[in-house]
């Protein structure tokens, strides 16, 4: 498939010159073709939605056109603003502690061969536990703070994290390490020149993983520590019985998460130009 | 000792392998493995024991606990419902997803009309969709069912498509050549030939499958291991439900171990890196 051509050099490239002479209505048939069965797949889904939610019940399913109007009645009142800060500030605070935990951890994980050898198993065992089943443990140890909310996002998101930084940091190949080395190197100079370059990209795969993971921390925690957030929103709306809310609010929430996984694949593909 | 004769008797065979070689077949990683198992347990009974008040639960009274646990038949009830839920869910899942899958992956129409869809609710947070599904199916069995196949078969239909996409094309056109029926060429040359990341996919779906069952038995209260955690921690015997969470690692690690064997033992022809 050609790609957009908007570097198109102007000589000796016929293929592209049509698309710079032509201008804008031919971007606009590329973008057409490229686009319309998005578009009508997008519409046919909606179209769906709407006439399954008209023929059912509303305590059942709700249309999509009264799920917008519920979702825009909503998104102006303050209660919604406030909530939707604090969801943000759980998934940003354990999500970020998680990196600058997880990142550091694996490198050195990484560079200390022994310390790598010992917690690999667990950290394996650790990662293919489901973190939710600690939540009724966290939740009598801690109570219905702030803080052990963070704690479970944490804990969901920081595995990937430290397990791709693990992973893309034993791949770095010797020689490089034994050239720093051999220049006298520090090891902080090592660290910062050598270690941390290389592993990113598999970082920012980590990155990617954990913006999931940590999204369903969050939801978790905000359903069964205390409810506050967008989870208290889909629980309140789902123990008043107003399907309209939890639609409103399942939607919500599905247009974020499909948000931040475009930007986590975005963040990955910009970094993973560096691995050749 | 017998170990380090073997690495450096191959050691010349692939010189450029070698400090990776070296590395994974080194003697003595038992050793550190378990030197900080011992630590990781030690420095957790003695923060428990110095810190936190006698309910919670440490290795000691975890091991103590352990064999009236595993002996006690509510306990081995609540562990059958919940796996058995799993498998059937996940049954259902496999199979659905497979068949999504290879459509998604083989025709143009189908995968312009409903990838989108996929990759949306693979991005939206499971458990959001239980106050939901509570709604429709209420507080039974049949919801955490719904949940699990929810959980796992996005995953399925994302690995089977792109398996499907990744048949090599000499298969497709040997296959166009001797007329086979579109039919037989999906399930006897696309199906098998992207086996490997249907394993991958049912990998990732088994754990999701099981954050899925136990977030809906917290949120259902609905008898199983998630329950039976839930329940102990409550009535303050953490050490017993400390068992359920072993049990659910257990589970989790040994699926994972199964899928790596299978995908050694079986395609051995294959190797790739994962997907999350």
Redesign the interface.
Known sequence: MPGPGFRAPAFGRPRNDGLCQRGLPHLLTTYLRRHTPFWISILAGIAIWEIAGRSTSAAFMVPFSETVRQLWLFMWSREFIEQFLDSAELFLTGFVLALVVGAPLGLLFARVRALRVGVEPYIMILYATPMVALIPFILSMMGFGFAPKVLVVFLFAVFPVLYNTVEGARSIKPELIEVAKSYRSSEWALWREVMLPYTLPFIMTGVRQSIGRALVGMIAAEFFLSATGLGQLIMGASQNFDTAGVFASIFLIGLIGVGLMRLGLKIEQHFARWRQ | MSEQTVTVSSAPAQPAAK??AR?TRAPG?FG??L???VA?LGAWEFVVRAL?PAY??KPSTVVMAFPHVITDPAFLKATGATLAAVAEGLGIALVFGTIIGLLLGRSVMFE??????V??????????????F???FGYSGATRLATIIFAAVFSIILNVSDGARSVPREYMEVARSFRSSRLSTLFGIVLPSSMPYLLAGIRLAA?RA??GA??AE??LSVGGV?YY??YN??S?H?AE??V??LL??AF??G??VLVGWTTQRFMPWYRRGDR?
């Open positions: 400090p990776a590395e990683t550190p493995r030197v900080t198992g990781i936190a919670v639960a312009r009309a409903i990838r989108h869809y990759n949306g609710f693979y991005a939206l947070p499971m458990i959001v969709v239980l106050p939901l509570s709604l429709w754990g099981l954050i136990v977030v917290f949120f998630g955690i839930l921690s409550r303050y953490h439900a400390f359920g969470v659910l690692a989790g690690v699926f994972e999350g």
